[in-house]
């Protein structure tokens, strides 16, 4: 059983496609973490939000608690979002440990 | 600033020997995290100090693996003896954590350690 579930596991858009990219949890958190991984390899930190919504240029993170659900929605997609993005979460119920989803795989094709 | 910093790159080694893998965390943040990526498991969280001290590391395989941060701005990952599925990514990151529990900015990974053990 994985404390996170992402969906969709593999994802491929047109270039200008608006993206929506799923995160589900099972355990209670204080906060999630939307992670971006380059297909060089390297990680970068989108998100890190508790509550509400976040927006950076054409990226939105929102969550809603009660539901134990959180989204990245990418607009006006283009192929250089091509990564895969990782959902985390940490919990306090288990010592502050952190879950980890498998990632969603996105190709933006131009 | 650098931005965190892995040392080395890559490592190959054979079974049995000592891996020591560095990082140096972005001055001024308090809080330091070990990762290992690997295609079956993903990333995992293997240990995280805060103000140089450990605060979990229940993620830590088993013995052969322990870690330290003598001071701020260093922090090791040893692996005594390597085996073959230790073969891995291994990213440290740091933040500036504000003292709460969960309570934490935005984690800044480094470039990652990619090790093979053969």
């Known amino acids: 059983k994985n404390e996170v579930e992402q969906s969709p596991q593999n994802l491929t858009a047109q270039e200008g496609e608006f993206i929506t990219i799923n995160c589900s949890y099972s355990v209670g958190i204080s906060a999630l973490h939307w992670l971006q991984q380059h297909p060089g390899g390297g990680i970068v930190s989108l998100f890190m939000?508790?509550?509400g919504k976040k927006k950076h240029g054409r990226l939105i993170a929102t969550i809603n608690i009660q539901e134990k659900h959180s989204s990245l929605h990418i607009t006006a997609s283009h192929p250089r979002d091509s990564a895969v993005y990782i959902c985390a979460v940490r919990s306090p119920n288990t010592g502050n440990q952190f879950y980890f989803g498998t990632g969603t795989s996105l190709t933006v094709i131009p | 600033d650098a931005g965190v910093i892995q040392s080395p790159r890559h490592e190959v080694t054979e079974m049995g020997q000592e891996v020591t893998l560095r990082c140096k965390p972005i001055s001024g943040h308090n809080s330091l995290f070990w990762y290992r990526q690997t295609m079956m498991r993903g990333l995992e969280l293997l240990i995280y100090?805060?103000?140089?001290?450990?605060?979990?590391d229940s993620g830590m395989p088993e013995d052969r693996f322990s870690a330290k941060m003598p001071n701020a701005s260093f922090s090791t990952l040893k692996i005594q003896p390597s085996e073959p599925r230790d073969s891995a990514v291994y990213f440290c990151a740091s933040t500036k954590s504000g003292g709460r529990v969960g309570g934490e900015d935005t984690q800044y990974f480094g470039p990652g350690t990619r090790l093979t053990v053969l």
């Open positions: 939000l508790s509550s």
């Open positions: 100090f805060n103000n140089n001290v450990p605060i979990d």
